[in-house]
C-alpha cells in the first residue's frame, strides 16, 4: 500500500512559478509509476505528466509541456512538479498518482492518489 500527501499548492500570479511535492509512505515507491492529475472547478481530471520508476523518461500532456517538469527522488520517496510561466488556466485542484504502468497514470486510473493541493494562477 502506497500513502501520497501533496504540499506547496497556493496562489500566485501569471507567470509566476510554484513546485509542488508529494511525499510516499512505504518501500515501494521506486517500483511504482508516479505523475500528476489535475481538476479545475466543474471540468473532468486531466493528466498533467508522469515518470516511469527510474525516473528517467517522462510523459506530459501538451498544455504543459515546455512550463513544467516532473522529477522524482527514490531516496526521498518523493514526487516534484516544477511549474513555470503559470497561467489563469493552470488553476486546479492537483493530486499526485501512483500506478504500476505510466499508461495507468495517462488515463487517470492509477492505484493510489493523493488527497490533493489547490494551484490558483490569479491577479
Known amino acids: 500500500q502506497v500513502q501520497l500527501v501533496e504540499s506547496g499548492g497556493g496562489l500566485v500570479q501569471p507567470g509566476g512559478s510554484l513546485r509542488l511535492s508529494c511525499a510516499a509512505s512505504?518501500?515501494?515507491?521506486?517500483?511504482?509509476?508516479v505523475g500528476w492529475v489535475r481538476q479545475a472547478s466543474g471540468k473532468e481530471r486531466e493528466i498533467v505528466g508522469a515518470?516511469?520508476?527510474?525516473?528517467?523518461?517522462?510523459y506530459y500532456s501538451d498544455s504543459v509541456k515546455g512550463r513544467f517538469t516532473i522529477s522524482r527522488d527514490n531516496d526521498k520517496n518523493t514526487v516534484y512538479l516544477q511549474m513555470h510561466s503559470l497561467k489563469p488556466e493552470d488553476t486546479a485542484v492537483y493530486s499526485c498518482?501512483?500506478?504500476?504502468?505510466?499508461?495507468?497514470?495517462?488515463?487517470?486510473?492509477?492505484?493510489?492518489w493523493g488527497q490533493g493541493t489547490q494551484v490558483t494562477a490569479s491577479t
Open positions: 498518482a501512483a500506478a504500476k504502468s505510466l499508461h495507468s497514470i495517462v488515463i487517470a486510473t492509477p492505484d493510489h
Open positions: 512505504g518501500r515501494t515507491f521506486s517500483t511504482y509509476a
Open positions: 515518470t516511469i520508476k527510474s525516473g528517467s523518461s517522462t
